[in-house]
Structure formats: C-alpha cells, structure tokens
C-alpha cells in the first residue's frame, strides 16, 4: 500500500491532499501554512495528507486515505526523545 | 506523527522505543516537518514549534469520531482509546440503533433510543454503572 521511498539527503515532507485553496504558486510552501486553518470536526471527513514514515525498518510515505476501509488511531505527540 | 524527521524517529525506535517494546514501534511513525499536517489538525503549537498530543479516531469512511488534546506534559490513556474505538464500532455495527452510554464497555448494556425511551433511562440505566468495572 505505501511505497517505500529512498533515504537521501533532503529531508522528505509531507502535507495536506486536495482541497486547498491554491492562491499562489506552490513554490514556496511557508506561507500557505498561514491559510490553512484546522478544519477538524468530529462527523466530518478527516482532512486527506501525505506524510514520510519510518516503519519497521524502512522509510515509507503514508497517505490518510490508503486507509479507508479501516479504523485509525492518528497520534500527534511534541517530539521523539522527550519523556512522557 | 511528530516534526522530527523519520531519521530521528529510525533512531529513537531503535535506540529507545525498542527497548521498551518488543519488535519496535509497529506502526508507521510519521513525519510532519514543519507542523503542516498537524496545522490542519489543529494540534501545531507555533510558539513552540511541536506538536501537542493529539489523538484521532478515524473510521472506516475516514470521518473523524472523537478527538482528545492534551498539552505536552500530560501522557494519554491507551486503554480509554480503546475503549472508545470499541463503543464506536458497536455504534457502527448496529448502524447506530443502540447507543452507548457513560463508562460503557463490551458485555455491558447499550441504550436504544427512541420515543419509548424518553424520560426512561433513570429505568433502564442506573449512575453507578458509569463507574462499574
């Protein structure tokens, strides 16, 4: 389901999928940060991403809507390292 | 999902997390960098350029049933997860003809609403069940 994706040099990113007002050019992605406001509701549609990932030994790149036709627990955490 | 880049989740899974959990982490540990997924979930907390501890449950149809937020000092309980994704797959189950009330668990009752049901649920359902294991 997820393709796996090459550890290079660059930093791999993710962001949100469709739905986005696209106002400017796509260059730089700063300043759209500022547009996007959470759209987040309980009974609506989960808002679609791509993220990079590491899983079980390799880096994958994960998209929210491969998962349709299964539950997902979607966990935010502040960063890798720290304690709680 | 946290702003670290997967290499730095790669090491904390193996240097850590593996430690901790037989196998290492399960699942896959998502990178947000930048805080753009977490934006649109509205758990990126600028100041502080993290990510809060924000927990989504998404069904099957990718409708989003509950949501917790925490501020960073303050772990989650996985069991209450669980216990939530159960009552919302028995919701789900019986295409939402029962509904489950406070504390509920598998094996306890459910509510069915409806008119009969009005102004009843001090008959049929008692406080202390909210509390009961």
């Known amino acids: ?84 | 999902m946290s702003v670290d880049s997967v290499f730095v989740h790669k090491m904390w899974n193996d240097h850590e997390l593996s430690k901790m959990v037989k196998g290492g982490i399960p699942f896959p540990m998502l990178s947000d960098g930048g805080g753009k997924v977490g934006s649109i979930f509205g758990v990126y907390l600028e100041d502080a350029g993290v990510e809060a501890r924000g927990r989504f449950i998404i069904d099957p149809d990718g409708i989003i049933q509950g949501f917790e937020v925490l501020t960073p000092p303050v772990g989650r309980n996985v069991m209450e997860s669980i216990r939530q994704i159960q009552a919302f797959q028995h919701v789900r189950k019986t295409k939402g003809a029962e509904a489950t009330p406070s504390g509920w668990k598998p094996g306890k009752p459910t509510l069915k609403p409806g008119p009969d049901l009005v102004g009843k649920v001090w008959e049929v359902w008692k406080t202390k069940m909210a509390f009961d294991d």
Not at chain 1, 18 to 30: A, D, H, L, V
Not at chain 1, 34 to 40: A, D, R
Request: charged fraction near 25%.
């Open chain 1, 1 to 84: 389901m997820a393709e796996e994706i090459k550890a290079g040099c660059a930093r791999p990113t993710g962001g949100p999928v469709g739905e986005k007002p696209k106002t400017q050019k796509e260059s730089s992605q700063q300043p759209l940060i500022q547009e996007v406001k959470s759209m987040v509701t309980v009974g609506k549609k989960a808002p679609d991403f791509t993220a990079p990932a590491y899983h079980k030994g390799k880096f994958i790149n994960v998209q929210l809507s491969e998962y349709l036709g299964k539950w997902v627990v979607l966990c935010f955490y502040p960063g890798d390292f720290t304690f709680v």
